[in-house]
């Protein structure tokens, strides 16, 4: 199994940001549609942004217009520029491969990295 590696989270304060990355060892890591998900406490895992492997980029409501995702295929890397933090954005912070109409692989989640923003 070949399980995705996320890093980045850490504690901030509400306004501040922070930048995960998340990388993969899979050969066709650039063929593929990426995507970060996340889970707060007490609350299902959901789409947070997705990234085609041409660059293409979509987001969730509650994210648009502060996080922004990008990709290096050179080393299998996504990242999430997260700006405008707020408090409600903590959670469990996890990439897996995001095609479309399709549930991400279970086989393929990492142990996540954790953000959490507080005054």
């Known amino acids: 199994q070949v399980q995705f590696v996320e890093s980045g989270g850490g504690q901030v304060h509400p306004g501040e940001s922070l930048r995960l990355s998340c990388t993969w060892s899979?050969?066709?890591?650039?063929?593929?549609?990426m995507g970060w998900y996340r889970q707060a406490p007490a609350k299902q895992r959901e789409f947070v942004a997705g990234?085609?492997?041409?660059?293409?980029?979509d987001y969730a409501d509650s994210v648009s217009g502060r996080f922004t995702i990008s990709r290096d295929n050179s080393n299998n890397t996504v990242y999430l520029q997260m700006n405008a933090l707020k408090p409600e954005d903590t959670a469990d912070y996890y990439c897996?491969?995001?095609?479309?109409?399709?549930?991400?692989?279970?086989?393929?989640w990492g142990q996540g990295t954790r953000v959490t923003v507080s005054s």
């Open positions: 897996n491969v995001a095609k479309p109409g399709v549930p991400p692989p279970n086989d393929f």
């Open positions: 990234i085609y492997s041409f660059g293409l980029t």
């Open positions: 899979r050969s066709d890591f650039d063929q593929l549609r």
